[in-house]
């Protein structure tokens, strides 16, 4: 098969796979007030057909890049999507809601596998040179399917019910596992060990964390949610003891080494944390200080979905334009002033103010998510192309989470007052900011950043 062809199909392929888990994540929001109904379960059952799913793929996803590295990122992309397409449909046939949370923590499982393969299958298909723009298409796709989903979702339930929303990911799933196995992308399989213990230390860390994230805005600081975090300490301490002494370690010492890749997870991990805080709060603010209604809310937020579609590749050039460095500090920037700005608004202030804080996230979020992305991903090996984007998956989940638990433990339950919280997450998106330094400034083929300002040469390359 022609070289370029197979290229085009993987990114096809791994688009689409990325783009089928942002959408099931934003459809079931939308579907969990029927299905409660429907089901007759409680609100913590139906919460735990989210928190289900965030545990079993924070926990598995570092693994299931490593599983990537050493079969073949196409064969666990492939068995990936086609479990997550199977478990999908299960879902919307089943029973009753100890089924929902059962095979929703089993579709977490497949969609752990698919999530770092789309990105190490990128990264095998293409030079670590032509990585951004790929990159930035998968993000659009995310971005384009986050927006899509509540609204598709919000349809699928009023004509068809809860169920349907389950199905709604099934033909593009397999559309994309079709893709996948017609590409015969290159196997770069390897004979490297599977680091069992560490992968199950590492699983017993991200699940605590998780829980504790999840359940403790709720609960507060009481004594389950102290266990929580000791719990998240001891077994990161183990963890980090047992990788400092295997033989062949579940995280790659050049991986944990760089302060490139690590720089880019930190930046990916506040970013996020920053950017859904923010909007957490901006959603609160929309609904109980200005009395929009759900639909009219959505509105208000496009220009960050908008942004999430048109801005990646936009992202992309700019990245090969001016650097790493540059482009994700402005992007982390970006973020930190939309969320200071959103700390000002008040009940009387206007659609414009409003929809120009949710362009400035969205501008800048997309710049950070494609620029640490494409390091993250262009800094490994195709050996370790798994496992970074593993950590990469694992950063932008965690992220999400921290930030919410973040706005929740900030903000008043009664009042309507959440300046505060928004002036914290701009300071998390100002020391993103600061870990911006550890990225390269060379654009991601290798050229130095073009100067700008006095001096600087024309487009001709003369002084």
Same mark, same amino acid.
């Given at each position: 098969?022609?070289?370029?062809?197979?290229?085009?199909?993987?990114?096809?392929?791994?688009?689409?796979?990325?783009?089928?888990?942002?959408?099931?994540?934003?459809?079931?929001?939308?579907?969990?007030?029927?299905?409660?109904?429907?089901?007759?379960?409680?609100?913590?059952?139906?919460?735990?057909?989210?928190?289900?799913?965030?545990?079993?793929?924070?926990?598995?996803?570092?693994?299931?890049?490593?599983?990537?590295?050493?079969?073949?990122?196409?064969?666990?992309?492939?068995?990936?999507?086609?479990?997550?397409?199977?478990?999908?449909?299960?879902?919307?046939?089943?029973?009753?809601?100890?089924?929902?949370?059962?095979?929703?923590?089993?579709?977490?499982?497949?969609?752990?596998?698919?999530?770092?393969?789309?990105?190490?299958?990128? #990264?095998? @298909?293409?030079?670590?040179?032509? /990585? %951004? $723009?790929?990159? +930035?298409?998968?993000?659009?796709?995310? =971005? *384009?399917?986050?927006?899509?989903?509540?609204?598709?979702?919000?349809?699928?339930?009023?004509?068809?019910?809860?169920?349907?929303?389950?199905?709604?990911?099934?033909?593009?799933?397999?559309?994309?596992?079709?893709?996948?196995?017609?590409?015969?992308?290159?196997?770069?399989?390897?004979?490297?060990?599977?680091?069992?213990?560490?992968?199950?230390?590492?699983?017993?860390?991200?699940?605590?964390?998780?829980?504790?994230?999840?359940?403790?805005?709720?609960?507060?600081?009481?004594?389950?949610?102290?266990?929580?975090?000791?719990?998240?300490?001891?077994?990161?301490?183990?963890?980090?003891?047992?990788?400092?002494?295997?033989?062949?370690?579940?995280?790659?010492?050049?991986?944990? #080494?760089? @302060?490139?890749?690590?720089?880019? /997870? %930190? $930046?990916?991990? +506040?970013?996020?944390?920053?950017?859904? =805080? *923010?909007?957490?709060?901006?959603?609160?603010?929309?609904?109980?200080?200005?009395?929009?209604?759900?639909?009219?809310?959505?509105?208000?937020?496009?220009?960050?979905?908008?942004?999430?579609?048109?801005?990646?590749?936009?992202?992309?050039?700019?990245?090969?334009?001016?650097?790493?460095?540059?482009?994700?500090?402005?992007?982390?920037?970006?973020?930190?002033?939309?969320?200071?700005?959103?700390?000002?608004?008040?009940?009387?202030?206007?659609?414009?103010?409003?929809?120009?804080?949710?362009?400035?996230?969205?501008?800048?979020?997309?710049?950070?998510?494609?620029?640490?992305?494409?390091?993250?991903?262009?800094?490994?090996?195709?050996?370790?192309?798994?496992?970074?984007?593993?950590?990469?998956?694992?950063?932008?989940?965690?992220?999400?989470?921290?930030?919410?638990?973040?706005?929740?433990?900030?903000?008043?339950?009664?009042?309507?007052?959440?300046?505060?919280?928004?002036?914290?997450?701009?300071?998390?998106?100002?020391?993103?900011?600061?870990?911006?330094?550890?990225?390269?400034?060379?654009?991601?083929?290798?050229?130095?950043?073009?100067?700008?300002?006095?001096?600087?040469?024309?487009?001709?390359?003369?002084?």
């Amino acid at each position: 098969m022609n070289p370029a062809r197979r290229q085009h199909l993987t990114l096809a392929a791994g688009v689409t796979g990325a783009g089928v888990v942002a959408l099931d994540g934003t459809v079931l929001t939308v579907a969990q007030p029927t299905l409660r109904h429907d089901l007759d379960a409680s609100l913590a059952q139906v919460q735990w057909t989210s928190t289900g799913y965030l545990i079993a793929v924070a926990g598995l996803l570092v693994l299931a890049g490593r599983l990537g590295d050493r079969y073949g990122h196409r064969r666990v992309f492939t068995v990936g999507v086609l479990g997550f397409a199977l478990t999908s449909a299960a879902i919307g046939l089943a029973p009753g809601i100890g089924w929902v949370v059962a095979l929703r923590v089993v579709q977490g499982a497949f969609g752990a596998l698919l999530q770092p393969a789309t990105l190490g299958m990128l #990264r095998a @298909a293409y030079p670590p040179d032509r /990585l %951004g $723009m790929p990159v +930035a298409l998968r993000t659009s796709a995310i =971005g *384009a399917a986050a927006a899509l989903g509540p609204l598709l979702g919000g349809a699928l339930v009023a004509h068809f019910g809860w169920r349907s929303v389950f199905f709604l990911s099934v033909v593009p799933a397999l559309a994309a596992c079709a893709l996948a196995l017609v590409g015969r992308a290159p196997a770069n399989t390897s004979d490297v060990r599977l680091d069992l213990p560490g992968a199950a230390l590492l699983a017993v860390t991200l699940i605590s964390l998780v829980h504790t994230l999840v359940a403790g805005p709720d609960s507060g600081a009481t004594a389950a949610t102290g266990l929580g975090v000791l719990c998240t300490v001891a077994a990161c301490a183990a963890f980090v003891r047992h990788e400092r002494r295997a033989a062949e370690p579940l995280v790659p010492p050049d991986v944990v #080494r760089s @302060a490139t890749v690590v720089s880019a /997870l %930190g $930046m990916l991990l +506040a970013v996020s944390a920053a950017m859904f =805080g *923010a909007l957490f709060l901006g959603t609160y603010y929309l609904q109980d200080v200005r009395g929009l209604d759900p639909l009219l809310s959505s509105l208000h937020a496009l220009p960050l979905a908008f942004m999430m579609v048109v801005g990646a590749p936009v992202s992309a050039l700019l990245f090969r334009r001016h650097g790493p460095r540059r482009t994700a500090v402005a992007g982390m920037l970006l973020v930190a002033l939309a969320a200071f700005l959103m700390s000002r608004l008040g009940p009387t202030s206007g659609s414009v103010a409003i929809g120009g804080c949710f362009l400035l996230l969205g501008a800048g979020f997309v710049s950070v998510m494609v620029t640490a992305t494409a390091v993250v991903v262009r800094a490994a090996s195709v050996e370790a192309a798994g496992v970074s984007g593993g950590l990469q998956q694992t950063a932008m989940n965690i992220g999400p989470l921290l930030g919410v638990a973040l706005a929740t433990a900030l903000t008043p339950g009664d009042v309507p007052a959440t300046g505060v919280a928004l002036v914290v997450l701009a300071a998390v998106a100002v020391l993103g900011a600061l870990l911006g330094a550890g990225l390269p400034a060379a654009s991601d083929d290798g050229r130095r950043p073009a100067p700008v300002g006095p001096g600087a040469p024309d487009t001709a390359g003369h002084p």
